[in-house]
């Protein structure tokens, strides 16, 4: 972990150092006090956000969305501007030798700005509206209510009489310190219009302990459904204490899910639905287990496994799983990092079909860091059971 923060915290510093350059440092004179203001400017915004990826989710609420607000945001204009940045890098060097020729006073613009701050201003001009434009547009997405997603799928081995048991699928609410109770209500009172038979909270409910989110989390108590509310760890559990937030969730009257699986029975059919730990779990010495979650089941019975990562669907397959429900991924959340979420989950939103085993991923409730969304709008999954 501590080699991991390193890492992060490397990238983010050599990031922003790129990001002067070409902003403040090629766009000024030395000395001058553009420059020293636009330094300045970028130094506060790199401390608020490692402010935030430092302490947002281990200080109170109250306290820590003062520096995650401003922090994060600057995390998500960050990327954007870099990508913006990298390529205009293209004709920058394209018009290098232009930017080198000696002044003409027919053509250079007055007060003697060189050709060279010109094109460094104009390619910073164009990737701030660009990004700004990408932020402001991500962050009313984000901050909206999430879309319902209704999705029938068809398993070959459900009873017919369960067909039409409805599950609502929602992961990745991140839940900290920036969004609290109001956007858990929110979504509460969305899965009880819809009254579903089922609720599957597949991970990543929290960024921030107990003592501090306890309340945010509270009117998860108010689910509805015919057959409950079933909840299994993501990876951010375990960043911030997974015990403590298995045994408050139980509380809530939320049946956790720890590597096993419950019998349903819908209008008289039965299904198994299983839920494992997170793949990172084994970090905390409490591994998924797909082979111990489906251990005993009756192989003539359609089984659901609850998962938070994609990349679980593997395991899933080598224990002939019908269904897997699965977060984490965001859909991207910030496009187009969505290629770099494939690279690693090989999944990255909606339905998928791994050698026999269905799958769909969710593009999750809330948002991890940035409160921004572009490419991948927020939603809950409705998922139809469909018997073949």
Not at 70 to 80: C, E, I, T
Not at 139 to 167: F, H, K, N, Q, Y
Not at 206 to 223: C, R, T
């Amino acid at each position: 972990m501590i080699i991991f923060v390193v890492v992060v915290f490397g990238v983010v510093g050599l990031l922003n150092l790129y990001l002067w350059k070409r902003l403040v440092v090629d766009t000024t004179s030395r000395r001058s006090r553009g420059r020293r203001l636009g330094t300045a400017a970028m130094a506060v915004l790199l401390l608020l956000l490692l402010a935030a990826l430092a302490f947002g989710t281990r200080t109170d609420p109250a306290i820590s969305q003062w520096f995650a607000w401003p922090g994060y945001l600057w995390l998500a204009m960050s990327f954007y501007l870099l990508l913006v940045l990298l390529v205009l890098e293209l004709p920058r060097l394209a018009l290098r030798r232009w930017a080198r020729r000696p002044r003409d006073e027919d053509t250079e613009p007055p007060q003697g700005v060189s050709r060279r701050v010109v094109l460094a201003r104009g390619s910073a001009a164009i990737a701030g509206v660009a990004a700004t434009g990408l932020v402001g547009y991500g962050t009313s997405v984000a901050m909206g209510p999430p879309s319902i997603t209704r999705v029938p799928i068809e398993l070959d081995r459900l009873d017919p009489r369960a067909a039409g048991c409805r599950i609502a699928l929602i992961s990745d609410i991140h839940l900290g310190p920036i969004l609290g109770r109001p956007f858990t209500q929110r979504i509460v009172d969305m899965i009880n219009d819809e009254r579903p038979d089922a609720v599957a909270i597949a991970g990543d409910l929290v960024d921030g302990s107990v003592e501090d989110l306890a309340d945010a989390v509270a009117p998860l108590a108010d689910l509805r459904s015919t057959h409950g509310t079933f909840f299994v760890t993501g990876n951010h559990e375990y960043y911030v204490g997974y015990a403590q937030w298995v045994e408050h969730v139980r509380s809530l009257g939320i049946r956790a899910l720890r590597n096993e699986r419950v019998e349903i029975t819908h209008n008289g059919g039965v299904f198994d639905l299983a839920g494992i730990n997170d793949a990172t779990g084994y970090q905390w010495q409490d591994p998924g287990d797909v082979g111990k979650a489906v251990a005993g089941r009756d192989p003539g019975r359609a089984v659901v496994l609850i998962a938070h990562q994609p990349v679980d669907v593997r395991d899933a397959v080598r224990h002939d799983v019908d269904l897997m429900l699965a977060g984490h991924t965001h859909g991207g959340q910030l496009s187009p990092f969505e290629l770099a979420v494939s690279l690693q989950q090989g999944a990255v939103a909606g339905f998928y079909d791994v050698e026999g085993t269905k799958m769909y991923v969710t593009r999750g409730a809330g948002f991890w860091g940035p409160p921004v969304r572009v490419g991948a709008p927020p939603d809950i999954t409705l998922v139809e059971l469909v018997s073949a």
